[in-house]
């Protein structure tokens, strides 16, 4: 896609933030047949898709540490993603440069489940430890489709009502919480799809504003408007993420 292309981009109109968008969600993630992955081995993880109401000017919230600094970072530009809140949202998160693994990337709240823990519960702890939003099992809408990694994980997508939960983004994991309008998931550029040597499945990633974000986390937001949305039940399970995710 050239640029012009991009800039021709038709981006639809903030979505209203109300019961009846709960209610359609609830419908939607009640009827869908969800794929399950047998973790085999491999390490299982949550992720929370949390829906909270946006405005263009209440894009961004930052960390901050004990002593009242701003956790933000000059070497981590932001300003792609300020233009992407508006109406109904949800919480995307940038990593900081600090971070061993994924650092400065943006990721959905979310990590390792303890033991003895279920999806449910790992979500809403990690999203409470990360974004400080302290949420109970009854704002849980619905789960979407497991997502396999390529760093060895099997992701479980929790979505969440987050009403007007207040954010204290933990600096140590999070630069910077974003209010992202799930109209944005509904651009006519989105998703984007990129053929790579190293493998024969589509890579995807979502236009956010001026910024791109790739698979996993793509993954998970292409079926967050396709399934949660507008009712479509097609898997995601077969796009790929690009190379630099593969760790």
């Not at 640029?3 to 993630?29: C, G, K, M, W």
């Not at 209440?58 to 956790?71: F, K, L, M, P």
């Not at 009403?163 to 974003?178: H, I, K, N, Y």
């Not at 979502?206 to 967050?224: C, D, F, I, K, M």
Request: charged content about 25%; glycine content about 10%; hydrophobic content about 40%.
């Amino acid at each position: 896609m050239t640029h012009r292309e991009q800039d021709a981009s038709v981006i639809p109109p903030p979505i209203r933030y109300d019961e009846t968008l709960r209610e359609r969600f609830v419908a939607n993630l009640a009827g869908h047949q969800r794929r399950v992955v047998d973790l085999a081995g491999r390490r299982h993880a949550a992720v929370a898709l949390v829906l909270v109401d946006s405005t263009p000017d209440s894009g961004i919230v930052w960390a901050r540490h004990e002593d009242g600094r701003s956790a933000r970072d000059a070497r981590l530009p932001h300003e792609g993603l300020l233009a992407a809140a508006g109406g109904a949202a949800f919480l995307l998160c940038r990593r900081p440069l600090a971070m061993r693994r994924h650092a400065g990337q943006y990721a959905l709240p979310g990590g390792r489940l303890e033991p003895g823990e279920g999806a449910v519960e790992a979500a809403l702890r990690e999203t409470h430890e990360e974004v400080g939003a302290d949420l109970g099992a009854d704002r849980v809408l619905g789960l979407l489709d497991d997502y396999e990694t390529r760093s060895g994980f099997v992701m479980t997508p929790v979505v969440v009502w987050g009403g007007g939960v207040a954010l204290r983004p933990d600096p140590g994991e999070v630069m910077a919480v974003f209010r992202v309008g799930l109209h944005q998931l509904q651009r006519s550029d989105s998703p984007r799809f990129e053929s790579i040597p190293e493998s024969d499945r589509p890579v995807v990633s979502v236009p956010l504003g001026s910024t791109e974000v790739h698979a996993p986390t793509a993954a998970v937001l292409v079926q967050l408007n396709w399934l949660g949305l507008l009712g479509r039940s097609d898997p995601v399970h077969d796009f790929d993420q690009p190379v630099f995710a593969w760790r």
